[in-house]
């Protein structure tokens, strides 16, 4: 990686800047209502939300992440993959459409649309800032390791002036072209990420004469790992704690997806239910073509640039599609391929941004402080304002967390998702009886039992991978706490809901069964 | 036709409009709001419930299924995960490509039947309070 490879890297990822900000400022032009901020005017077909979704999902987590992880452990890397593309399947069939109907902007109009409404709505925003930040503060440290890699900036201070530039154009991002905007950024990227990735698999699979088998084969000599990197148990396999820690990694991707805030949001950008289902579909498919790709493209990395490289270059595992695009196309394919993992970030990150001052801005303010009865302008400002600090924020997180490991900190975050955020949905929308003080039960009872295991978890201290190697308060083995956090929430909202609390209220009850199935009183068509 | 807003839902007025009445009258409270109670008991809305939980049901619960199915074999039956079956390509593999392709399948059967099967029903629902939405 030498200087004019950096020259190029920068001129791509700048076109890519200043292409998507002008879009994003010509999108902008009416940008002044709340529905406008927040939801682009519920005005994108199933099919543009559909893309925009895969390219709020697909971050560099996910591309550097999972390809660097198929690279170097092989199978076990595979793992992620599938539970993200599975994970939709709940996304499709039990949330999208009634999301759509009952809703009007934030996560928490769902959760508190039959409940008390300031509890609820504080406990949603609360749960959506926490797993935002979290989500942010790791893409952020992606940006940084990123950089190390692909524009050859190595001292802490230079990646950390990085970091604050991909903040800033965030926050830019967000303030100017608001949901509109950000959309379009989500889905210029996912189709250039898309494009680039199909056209390297096509390209390596031909090299191997269209033979998959032929390329693991090549690729099981260049692993020190040997035959076993094609089989399970490389990374997981070790002692029967690890095959836990593996099967509630499993489940926090599959259950997390669907009930990510900035994912859900996503929902409301289209105009009604029928279009919210078109958007998983078009979706499912690009998420279907991109992990096939990424396991063509990691075993590729293996055979083609070896394991033993990929771990020792600079970002480490995240270095291997980089790697491999220069190994196949030389300085020119590993600018197009930075550039799009760095735009990735970047647009993730703006999406996460917006959802959170959304949220703040909707639930907090607008509801629980102003009981409802905020001026729409200055809800507005608020989340505007929200952005700016959320913006310093996930640039601090990021500039602290910088070198920690992307995918894993992504996990965590799915594991909030799904402990916090999916029991409570779930049960609003399917159970009669669910009612304030359950939701209250299940959101924080997912939220702090995750955060606390999290905490005294392997992953913080104790162990030489951790965030402090030097303290040791760790007591709970597992790295990610899916397994213990989620049936708990489950388990905390039915006990609250039994338990006592008010009845459930019959008539929102029967309205939002109805609304959420049929979208009548949603004046939705 | 639409709406600005979703409709502010006021405390409801019990039904003048019930469920004994003559299937065409509209399910609509007193304040012209469509009167919830009644159509969550109403024919037409149980048997909107009755398909979407023929298919939502059953389809989640096979792919939950199949899904804890790949994760424990590939946590505890490894060798049986490390047989080859095409190449150098081996059982693990090949399952875990399935699971993508299962929930290709899954997806657009369920695009499917929501078109046939769950829209036309959803109009139907909609139409017991079509009036009330040319109103608002």
Known sequence: MTGANTAINLSVFGIFVLLTLYIVYRASTRNVSASDYYAAGSSFTGTQNGIALSGDFLSAASFLGISGAIAVNGYDGFMYSIGWVVAWLIGLMLISERLRNTGRFTMGDVMAFRMRQRPVRAAAANSTLVISIFYMIAQMAGAGGLMALLLDVHSKIGQAIIIAVVGIVMVLYVLVGGMKGTTWVQIIKAVLLLLSVSLLTIFLIGKFGFDFSSMLDRATQRSPLGEAVLSPGVKYGASDLSKIDFISLALALVLGTASLPHVLMRFYTVPNAREARKSVVWATWMMAIFYSCTLVIGFGAMALVGTDKITSAPGGENSAAPLLAFQVGGTVLLGIVCAVAFATILAVVAGLTLTASASFAHDVYANVIKHGEADPRDEVKVARITAVCVGVLAIVGGIAANGQNVAFLVALAFALAASANLPTLLYSLFWKRFNTRGTLWSIYGGLTSCVLLIVFSPAISGSKSSVFPDVDFAFFPLSNPGIVSIPLSFLAGFLGTILGGEPADREKQAEMEVRGLTGIGSGLR | ?136
């Open chain 2, 1 to 136: 036709m639409t709406k600005a807003l979703p409709s502010v839902s006021r405390p409801a007025t019990p039904g003048f409009a019930t469920f004994e009445e003559p299937a065409h009258s509209l399910l609509i409270d007193g304040d012209g709001e469509p009167d919830f109670g009644a159509l969550q008991t109403s024919e037409d809305f149980l048997a909107l419930k009755r398909r979407v939980k023929r298919f939502i049901l059953p389809a989640t619960l096979l792919f939950l299924a199949w899904y804890v199915t790949f994760v424990l074999l590939s946590a505890y039956a490894a060798d049986f995960m490390s047989t080859p079956l095409f190449g150098t390509v081996n059982v693990g593999l090949t399952m875990g490509f399935l699971q993508i392709v299962t929930t290709i399948i899954i997806t657009m059967a369920y695009a499917r039947y929501s078109k046939r099967k769950l829209d036309p029903q959803v109009d139907k629902v909609r139409a017991l309070v079509e009036t009330d939405e040319e109103l608002a």
